[in-house]
């Protein structure tokens, strides 16, 4: 076994003399601090490209003889203009698959597997990627044609037609598929009147044009936040250099994707789908903390508590295993930068969709006052393991940085959770808790062959019908 | 950059020979031996636990503080009897979730999560694993927790009813999502009299008893052919000793879960599942080649060459790309020890079926006399690279020896894959392909809203309609 790092060790003779000031006796785990594990011993190194240039991170890693480079940037669909909803979803197509350059879409495509290289772009809910893998030998070769797509993508009408039919046909497969359509409406219930809770429409996407794709690219490449990231074989400084010839004349923070405010929280509301299926999806959302908040760290440990932390987590072990009302149950919590969104999920025969409902609405409201000290602990301590896991790929910590630069959040917030955690309390879960777990607010969506008159909705919130595939 | 290893030192000074030998005239792609990239200096190593035990195999990485253990079994799907279809399923549930020896269900879920392990039994098609991360100080607890969970499991009736419900659910799922519904068709057309065929239907998962899973432990636990391996963060000598004193009695290779034999390949056969959706989903495929037929490595090259290559595969370029037909398409290649199987789908509007089925044909029958140096030379350089890729996790590299040791193949097929596929030739590839992309051959699954009457199924083969969800 290897010697345990500074780190590690610093923390474990702070917890052995908090245990010998305790006069030895066993730890209270009301009060205890539980020794976290250790954190691997890898760095992400941070730079910028040249003096006033863009930033980049970086981990060396020369085990495996690949290289993969990300380039990130701010902007996303929650940036689509609404009348344009779905432009991002076009672009992420039509951009990578429209040819660059001097290169039509056959020969640029064929350069890369040419070479047995790996280049794709995607934009997301607030953050676009562009991902290159290459083999240590073409790295000249792939940063040749990623230069080529960022700054001279062709964009060529026919793609976009095409693109524009890819992302309608998945539009109408999403309606089909009920787990999708359930979160699709949770997102446009809970998000009313804010970005994040436009949804794309046939028509919306119809609306697309070349041009729209075309000032969305100038855009992203001229006043966005960029950064960029490196993983794997090579040699830093002559990386960096090579990247700097290339896009190290990245323009400054721009503003035009600004990161976006916190949303209202909507009235309750139960949002009922009708669909003609054997199975009813149920998912309860609300706004919650974001991820600066003193409440972070404490809502980690009651979702783990509550859904997201396997067989003996409450709603699995109450609705799945004890009862096997639900074929899939549990909860989520994402902390964004300004906000948060948390809720819970139940997939169940249509029968059983109001006592699953009920159950869930239990689970939540009792987490407060029901969570022991035993399941606070075995909650920070699984959630420090699961942390670990991420190091297993250096490529995780290269792109939380990036996420975090972009974000506007501290760069080190992965290396600051493990403590985070690990100093939550019985207390400090029970007032987040409290504060967050209400599951008379927020939204229910309910996806399922539900009467919309049953009374037990409307007391629960204003009950809204909703037509798929609209 | 680091330098390049031995053996990819060989190779370069191979081939820069060859081009030297060749009087520098540039390379004739239709004989040139394409240098394959050099693969990663991480070395599996082997051995058994005791003399005459079980064997084992580690790939030490002192990275992350994490030890996963994968304990592998033949055994699995294709050999529950008949009338208890299913049987790996439910078991692959209620056998982790229902407590050992002396833990009750949720203690024994407590004591893993308590220490953020992680603790799973699967089932598959022809192979059984489990699989244990732990921090490397919870070792021997998490050693004690799969010693119980091998050797004494409770497989308590209550869990295996509730197991049966979770599958009896996934099964109506499955029914209701169509590409689950076209493959699983797919294999019960393609494999029909044999073990691989067989589908579990809820009334061979309802008759599964208690006795039935305790019985299928006690074969899997005492006669089949076990196998360990062990990645990450741990000293080999160290964890030898302790998987020889909890596993080192394994018993011997057993009878009880022979090899498949090869399947007959059935008459050409359409098979029509009738959904009311808009989309079709189109599966054609045939038995194919076994992982050490001299057809094997040609064939990867015209799979990638046809559809699995990306943007610049055939069916992709043609039907997706240039036509806008297919929302997905590709082909399929996996060779197993003593067949294989390989096809195409694809993914379209109704409308579009007959076009998309005719286009398929066409892609694939067109191959042998239509590939290209060029694209075999592609297809080379780029399933080389892919391969490269699988080093990234060293747990591939393990599990692959694994794999096939359970298989009877040679344990080192993965190195031997670059220079396999290095050295197909367009002669070789023509030749795999006139062998095996014959769309007049094996068969062809269509789901959606078709008529079955309409002739031009009829000229493809014997037409069947099924009605999904038995």
Known sequence: MRPASLRALALAVGILTLAACAGRRPLDPRTAVYPPPRLPEIEVQGGRLDPGGAEWFWVEDH????????????????????????????????????????????????ALENRGMDLSVHLGRDKGWITLTVLPEDLDRGLDLLAKLLWEPALRADRVDWAKAQVAEALRREADEPQSLGFREMRRALFRGHPRGRVPTEETVGRIGRDDLVALHRRLVSEG???????????????????????????????????????????????????????????????????????????????HVLGSGGFTARLVREIRSNRGLAYSVGSFYQALPRFGVLGAYGLTKTESAGDVVDLMRAEIRNLADGITAAEVEEARRSLVTRHVFRYDDPANLVRDRLENLLDGLPLDLGERYPDEVAAVTLEAARRAARRHLDPARGVWVLVGDLDPADPRWGRMGAVEVVTPGE
């Open 225 to 303: 936040t960029w950064a960029l990231g490196a993983v794997g074989d090579f040699e830093p400084e002559a990386l960096r250099e090579r990247l700097a010839a290339r896009f190290g004349r990245l323009p400054g923070r721009g503003g035009a994707f600004p990161l976006l405010t916190p949303p209202a929280e909507p009235q309750p509301t139960v949002v009922i789908v009708p669909k003609a299926l054997p199975q009813t999806t149920v998912i309860w959302a609300r706004i919650g903390p974001e991820r600066l908040s003193e409440d972070f760290a404490a809502l980690e440990v009651c979702d």
């Open 63 to 110: 085990d495996v003889p690949l290289i993969r480079l990300y380039l990130a940037v701010r902007g996303g669909e929650v940036y689509d203009p609404p009348e344009l909803a779905g432009l991002a979803r076009v672009a992420s197509l039509a951009w990578r698959t429209g040819g660059a350059g001097d290169l039509g879409p056959e020969e640029f495509d064929r």
